[in-house]
């Protein structure tokens, strides 16, 4: 079967002891919390990521990352005995499937995409597609994480009619390493990139990253 893709966790219910295949367009790596360890046997290879439940399990987070894009899909999967056997799900982002002209003229994946090169090149020359424009930071000095030493600065915003993309650069204040988790992002973001999902202690090189951020440009940040 097909399943779009649009920012919302994707919800599969998996029959325990059978394979199910889940293809995407690039190779991806896999994030699991700690309480799929022997629950769920779990391979991604070349853009198909191979999931076998060995035991029932109830609904849990998984965070999938394109290598190559540092675009994210959430999955929400659990297991069971009875659940109806899957075979295979083709997963189709945003800006891969027809969408209505009248609707939107360009994806949350493609305006990701947009601003990233709108940042790490200069901005000044490069050109940005119909429809997008460049605007003052509405985020103010919110940070986009909560409860983690974060410093975070937004770079860049820019527009659309319907979506609201943000460069922010990350600074790591604390002693220890930090392993960035898009399920732990204040508010509700349609897509999500990062250049590193790991920032070095402070004071030490690789303590800084950028992220980039689309959501709809009428959406509330948590705690407005």
Partial sequence: MEVRYQGVPIELELRVDTETRIRFDETVEIGYADALAGQLDMLSVQGIVYLKPRHPFSTQRLAVKGKESGRFVLLDVAASF????????????????????????????????????????????????????SVSNPFGHRSVYHDIDIQTTVLGALRTKEWLA???????????????????????????????????????????????????????HDGD
Avoid at 88 to 103: F, G, K, W
Avoid at 110 to 123: H, K, Q
Wanted: glycine content about 4%.
């Fill in 82 to 133: 009875d659940a109806e056997v899957i075979e295979e799900v083709a997963l189709l982002a945003d800006e891969q499937t027809s969408r209505d002209p009248h609707v939107s003229s360009i994806s949350p994946f493609e305006l990701l995409r947009v601003i990233a090169n709108w940042t790490l090149n200069s901005a000044n020359e490069t050109t940005l597609p119909s429809g997008v424009t």
């Fill in 166 to 220: 943000l460069a922010v650069e990350l600074r790591n204040n604390s002693r220890s390493a930090i392993d960035l988790d898009p399920n732990q992002l204040a508010g509700h973001w349609a897509a999500v990139g990062f250049l590193s999902t790991r920032l070095l202690p402070a004071h030490k090189r690789g303590a800084t990253s950028a992220m980039f951020l689309v959501r709809t440009s009428t959406a509330r």
